[in-house]
């Protein structure tokens, strides 16, 4: 009796996970490539950004918070309600209010932390983006 040892076995199962890994990795990646923005300027009044949102993201506002980087609350916020969801990346301006309503206490050459995300119906971020910026 003969013993035959099966040696392209192990080949065939890493080729096998191999393609699977690809298959699941290239099917994901335009799924989390689909939601993004990214702050644009920055200023004392109004911020910019560019977003991508899917129509099945479910996005209905962009939102923005700006503050001290070191501070326990913004000093100043905006929203822009009216967004457009169609997997192109779009421009938006959001115009900076202060946290009672009043112009928005930001000046120029002030250190900030600048908060922007593209949130749901419920105001739960689907996407964001912080960074610490001066302002011009």
């Given at each position: 009796m003969?013993i035959?040892r099966?040696y392209r076995?192990?080949a065939?199962?890493a080729t096998?996970?191999?393609?699977?890994?690809?298959a699941i990795?290239?099917?994901?990646?335009?799924?989390?490539?689909?939601?993004?923005?990214d702050?644009?300027?920055?200023?004392?009044?109004?911020i910019?950004?560019d977003?991508?949102?899917?129509?099945?993201?479910?996005?209905?506002a962009?939102?923005?918070?700006?503050?001290?980087?070191?501070a326990d609350?913004p000093?100043?916020?905006?929203?822009?309600n009216?967004?457009t969801c169609?997997?192109?990346?779009?421009?938006?301006?959001?115009v900076?209010?202060?946290t009672n309503?009043?112009?928005a206490?930001l000046?120029?050459?002030?250190?900030?932390?600048?908060?922007v995300a593209?949130?749901?119906?419920d105001?739960i971020?689907v996407?964001?983006q912080?960074?610490?910026?001066g302002?011009?």
């Amino acid at each position: 009796m003969a013993i035959y040892r099966n040696y392209r076995r192990p080949a065939l199962m890493a080729t096998t996970f191999a393609t699977m890994g690809l298959a699941i990795a290239a099917t994901a990646a335009p799924a989390f490539a689909a939601n993004t923005i990214d702050l644009t300027g920055v200023g004392p009044a109004n911020i910019g950004v560019d977003y991508t949102c899917e129509a099945a993201a479910g996005v209905t506002a962009i939102r923005a918070m700006v503050g001290d980087p070191n501070a326990d609350s913004p000093s100043a916020s905006g929203a822009q309600n009216q967004v457009t969801c169609d997997g192109t990346q779009q421009t938006a301006v959001i115009v900076l209010t202060g946290t009672n309503g009043e112009e928005a206490p930001l000046s120029a050459g002030q250190t900030v932390q600048v908060r922007v995300a593209l949130v749901d119906a419920d105001d739960i971020v689907v996407t964001g983006q912080a960074k610490v910026v001066g302002l011009r």
